[in-house]
C-alpha cells in the first residue's frame, strides 16, 4: 500500500499564504507526476495544480494561477503546493496525489482530473477567514 502525507495546513487570514507539503514514497513513484486537489464538503474534488515527475511541466487551474506555485524537492521525497493571496474561498480540504499511470506527466491545458491519479493523501485543512 502506497501512502502519500501531507502537512502544513492551518488557518490564515484573508490575504495571507501557506505552503502545504506532501511526503510521497519515492521508491514507488519516482516517475508519476503529482497533483493537488481541494474539496469542499458536499462538492466535487477540484484539481489544483500538477506537477511532471522532474519537474520541467505545471499546469494550473484557473482559480491557482497567479497565486498558488507547485514544486518538488525529490532528494527530500516531498512536494510543495505554496498559496500566496488566500481568500475565503481557498477554505477547502487539501489532497496530493500521484499518477502512476501518466507517464509521468501532466495534463496538457487542463486542470488535473481525479480519476487520473492513483494514490492519495488523506487531505489537510485550509481554512482562510475574511
Known amino acids: 500500500q502506497v501512502h502519500l502525507m501531507e502537512s502544513g495546513g492551518g488557518s490564515v487570514a484573508a490575504g495571507g499564504s501557506l505552503t502545504l507539503s506532501c511526503r510521497v514514497p519515492?521508491?514507488?513513484?519516482?516517475?508519476?507526476?503529482v497533483a493537488w486537489f481541494r474539496q469542499v464538503a458536499g462538492q466535487a474534488r477540484e484539481g489544483i495544480a500538477c506537477?511532471?515527475?522532474?519537474?520541467?511541466?505545471?499546469i494550473y487551474a484557473d482559480s491557482a494561477k497567479g497565486r498558488f506555485h507547485i514544486s518538488r524537492d525529490d532528494a527530500e521525497n516531498t512536494h510543495y503546493l505554496q498559496m500566496n493571496s488566500l481568500q475565503p474561498e481557498d477554505t477547502s480540504v487539501y489532497f496530493c496525489?500521484?499518477?502512476?499511470?501518466?507517464?509521468?506527466?501532466?495534463?496538457?491545458?487542463?486542470?488535473?482530473?481525479?480519476?487520473?491519479?492513483?494514490?492519495w493523501g488523506q487531505g489537510t485543512q485550509v481554512t482562510v477567514s475574511s
Open positions: 496525489a500521484a499518477g502512476a499511470n501518466l507517464g509521468g506527466q501532466c495534463r496538457r491545458n487542463a486542470a488535473p482530473a481525479t480519476y487520473e491519479y492513483d494514490y
Open positions: 519515492i521508491i514507488q513513484l519516482k516517475y508519476s507526476a
Open positions: 506537477i511532471s515527475y522532474n519537474g520541467d511541466s505545471t
